[in-house]
């Protein structure tokens, strides 16, 4: 920001025009002294708004890419390690109890593992986009 135009020695001077030329011109000089606060005003908002305005650069497409397959690799493996287990829980238990299917339990199992999926591929789609 750049030194002001309003120094003390404009105020003294603003002060003894308006006491030299008494009350006729008394308005006129003092609405001269505040449309130049006023302007100066005016230049520092404008200053400090653009200085506050954070512009960021539209994305990279590879990047953005970049991430976006990272995320999946890790929803990918997330499954895979959350799947195994799960699946031979399925598979214990489906065997234990009589009636019970082991490949129901996969089945019900896998399919709740897909939806899950799918839901979180699409909601990391959507906030990368």
């Not at 305005?53 to 390690?81: C, F, N, S």
Request: hydrophobic fraction near 45%; charge should be neutral; proline fraction near 6%.
């Amino acid at each position: 920001m750049s030194t002001s135009p309003l120094s003390p020695d404009e105020l003294r001077a603003a002060a003894e025009v308006h006491r030299e030329l008494g009350t006729e011109y008394g308005d006129a000089v003092l609405e001269t002294f505040l449309a130049k606060i006023d302007k100066e005003l005016d230049a520092r908002i404008e200053a400090r708004l653009a200085a506050s305005v954070h512009r960021e650069a539209p994305p990279d497409p590879a990047v953005t890419r970049a991430r976006q397959r990272t995320q999946l690799t890790y929803m990918a493996l997330g499954t895979v390690t959350a799947g195994v287990p799960i699946t031979a829980v399925a598979w214990y238990w489906s065997d234990k109890y009589p009636g019970g299917s082991p490949l129901n339990a996969l089945l019900v199992i896998w399919i709740v593992i897909a939806a899950v999926y799918i839901a979180c591929a699409r909601y990391l789609r959507r906030r990368n986009d």
